[in-house]
T-cell receptor
């Protein structure tokens, strides 16, 4: 079956630090990969996505590259801000109408001023 | 509407009671999903509708859970004989079509607490 593994949190960084949140996956076929973000008190929002190997998704200074050879989709940002504090979820969709999205457990990111 | 809405935002009930959770999707988005998110976990898939019919209900944990979408728009998740283990946030999501590249847009969720 499909599965997503992401690094355990919480991850605590200082403002302007470099961020990496690791995500690896197991899936049948050729899934699409997603990063969703949940800000405090808000619902899940799509942050970025990539639909095929070597694609790079980007949004709000965040980037992630779909690496089929390492089955990874690591989230990076060059300089984090306090407002980036949130829970980040890696997810995959293998399509075909089955199972919906498969999510990781989430990584709580805390940015200190 | 502008996005997916869910009602109620919070529901507290007693063990053994019946509850209904409602999802109002984005107009014209044909694919609708229900997920359950337990504390400290990612959302877990429950059921998917394409139009009015449940195309995949493989994630429903047992026969106490049931969902309908009679007119292909609003959906209701129904839980019979609630148990304390059913306490979670129930999320509804919507996508324009059902394909692996389509983005799912999530509602704010209903937090269910079973006492």
């Amino acid at each position: 079956g499909n599965s997503v593994t992401q690094m355990e949190g919480p991850v605590t960084l200082s403002e302007e630090a470099f961020l990496t949140i690791n995500c690896t996956y197991t899936a049948t076929g050729y899934p699409s990969l997603f990063w969703y973000v949940q800000y405090p008190g808000e619902g899940l929002q799509l942050l970025l996505k990539a639909t095929k190997a070597d694609d790079k998704g980007s949004n709000k200074g965040f980037e992630a590259t779909y690496r089929k050879e390492t089955t990874s989709f690591h989230l990076e940002k060059g300089s984090v801000q306090v407002s980036d504090s949130a829970v980040y979820f890696c997810a995959l969709d293998s399509g075909g109408g089955a199972d919906g999205l498969t999510f990781g457990k989430g990584t709580h990111l805390i940015i200190q001023p | 509407g502008a996005g997916v809405s869910q009602t109620p935002s919070n529901k507290v009930t007693e063990k053994g009671k019946y509850v209904e959770l409602r999802c109002d999707p984005i107009s014209g988005h044909t694919a609708l999903y229900w997920y359950r998110q337990s504390l400290g976990q990612g959302p877990e898939f429950l059921i998917y509708f394409q139009g009015t019919g449940a195309a995949d209900d493989s994630g429903l944990p047992n026969d106490r859970f049931f969902a309908v979408r009679p007119e292909g728009s609003v959906s209701t998740l129904k839980i019979q004989r609630t148990e304390r283990g059913d306490s979670a946030v129930y999320l509804c999501a919507n996508s324009l079509l059902r394909g692996r590249t389509d983005t799912q847009y999530f509602g704010p969720g209903t937090r269910l607490t079973v006492l």
